[in-house]
C-alpha cells in the first residue's frame, strides 16, 4: 500500500545530541513537508521541498536542516542549535497544484530531548 | 490573531450525540482540509473540500467560500471518534498547510 513511513515512532536524545527523523514516501509526491506540533498548539512548519534537490524554509526553520536526494526520502535533522527540540514532528506530502491537493500524513516522531 | 481559528477547544458529548465543530480562517485558500489526530499522533485526513459539502459516513463538512467558514459534523457519535479535528487550510499560490489548533473531542458511552 502507499504511505508515508516515519521512523522511528519514539526517540530519546541527550542534550547537545543532533538526531535524524526519518520519513520515507512511495506516493510518487513532489511536495514533502515537516511540521511540528507542541501541546495547545496547531501544526508549524519546519521546512519543505516542492523537487528532488531543492527545500525552502517554514515558519520556524532554526535550528533544523533537511535534505532532498530522492523524492521518496526528505529526512530531518534536528540540531544542537535548537533550542526546544522536544516536540512532535509530522511528515507529509502532496501532489502541489495543479495536479491536485489532497495531503498525506505519517504517524509521527516523538522527540525527548534529555 | 491566528489565521485558522477552530471551537470549540474542548467538546464533550454523550454517545448518540449530533456533533458540530467549526473552523474560520481568514486567509485566501484553494483547499480546506479536516483531519482527524488520534492519541497515538498519527493524523488521517478526512475530508478535503474546496466548495459544497462533502459526505463520508457519519461525517459531512461543509464551507462557505464567501464566509471563510466550515463545519465538521458528526452525525450519531460514538465513543471510537473520541479524538482531535483539526482543520487545515492550504494557501492558493502555496502547497503548506496553515492549522488551526484543534478540537479535542471525547464521546462517553
Known amino acids: 500500500d502507499g504511505g508515508i513511513t516515519q521512523s522511528p515512532k519514539y526517540l530519546f536524545r541527550k542534550e547537545g545530541q543532533n538526531v535524524t527523523l526519518s520519513c520515507e514516501q512511495n506516493?510518487?509526491?513532489?511536495?514533502m513537508y515537516w511540521y511540528r506540533q507542541d501541546p495547545g498548539q496547531g501544526l508549524r512548519l519546519i521546512y519543505y521541498?516542492?523537487?528532488?534537490?531543492?527545500?525552502q524554509k517554514g515558519d520556524i526553520a532554526e535550528g533544523y536542516s533537511v535534505s532532498r536526494e530522492k523524492k521518496e526520502s526528505f529526512p530531518l535533522t534536528v540540531t544542537s542549535a535548537q533550542k526546544n527540540p522536544t516536540a512532535f514532528y509530522l511528515c507529509?506530502?502532496?501532489?502541489?497544484?495543479?495536479?491536485?491537493?489532497?495531503?498525506?500524513f505519517g504517524q509521527g516522531t516523538r522527540l525527548t530531548v534529555v | 490573531k491566528n489565521e485558522v481559528e477552530q471551537s470549540p477547544q474542548n467538546l464533550t458529548a454523550q454517545e448518540g450525540e449530533f456533533i458540530t465543530i467549526n473552523c474560520s480562517y481568514s486567509?485566501?485558500?484553494?483547499?480546506l482540509h479536516w483531519l482527524q489526530q488520534h492519541p497515538g499522533g498519527g493524523i488521517v485526513s478526512l475530508f478535503m473540500?474546496?466548495?459544497g459539502k462533502k459526505k463520508h459516513g457519519r461525517l459531512i463538512a461543509t464551507i462557505n467560500i464567501q464566509e471563510k467558514h466550515s463545519s465538521l459534523h458528526i452525525t450519531a457519535s460514538h465513543p471510537r471518534d473520541s479524538a482531535v479535528y483539526i482543520c487545515?487550510?492550504?494557501?492558493?499560490?502555496?502547497?503548506?498547510?496553515?492549522f488551526g489548533k484543534g478540537t479535542k473531542l471525547s464521546v462517553k458511552p
Open positions: 507529509a506530502s502532496s501532489i502541489d497544484p495543479p495536479h491536485g491537493t489532497e495531503a498525506f
Open positions: 506516493l510518487n509526491h513532489d511536495a
Open positions: 521541498s516542492q523537487i528532488v534537490n531543492d527545500f
Open positions: 486567509v485566501g485558500i484553494s483547499a
Open positions: 473540500l474546496s466548495s
Open positions: 487545515a487550510v492550504r494557501r492558493g499560490s502555496q502547497g503548506n498547510l496553515i
